[in-house]
């Protein structure tokens, strides 16, 4: 699997985007998540490929604050339940961890276990608490501590 950065002004390579039905919508909502959050890379939106199809999308919400970043990812339905959502959240760990080994990680889901809760766990989150998230409610928020953090605990 590999990822594609999606670029602030949305244009991909039109040989990609062709193998990808759900890009637009993935680059319309990518754009505006910039227009409100900035774009500052790697802290960017991508969109996941294997064997040259579209399998998922994956992203930093925003650029690293007061020491935490927060990710998210999506596998698109068709290819659910194949390992690429764990393959897309470990690789936005592993961008993080290259960019800054001391940043905590931060994922939010819904407040119910679930596939996503396994992903998070299976990669090395703990659950930290509930929030009340301005959108979808209250969500469960799992956090990735620094790896010196995580030996020490």
């Avoid at 490929?49 to 935490?68: E, I, L, Q, R, W």
């Avoid at 698109?76 to 290259?98: H, W």
Wanted: charged share 25%; aromatic share 12%; hydrophobic share 40%.
């Amino acid at each position: 699997m590999r990822l594609l950065k999606i670029p602030r002004n949305g244009k991909i390579d039109e040989t990609l985007f062709s193998k990808c039905m759900i890009a637009d919508d993935v680059i319309k909502a990518t754009k505006i998540m910039y227009s409100k959050n900035g774009y500052e890379e790697p802290w960017v939106g991508y969109i996941a490929f294997n064997n040259n199809k579209c399998v998922g999308t994956c992203a930093f919400k925003s650029a690293p604050f007061a020491n935490k970043v927060e990710i998210a990812y999506f596998t698109f339905p068709e290819f659910q339940g194949k390992g690429y959502a764990s393959r897309m959240a470990q690789a936005l760990v592993e961008i993080a961890r290259a960019e800054n080994p001391n940043l905590v990680i931060v994922a939010q889901t819904q407040p119910e276990e679930s596939a996503s809760n396994s992903i998070l766990k299976k990669i090395g989150f703990e659950f930290s608490k509930e929030v009340m998230h301005p959108h979808d409610g209250e969500v469960w928020e799992w956090h990735l501590k620094p790896f010196q953090e995580r030996q020490l605990s």
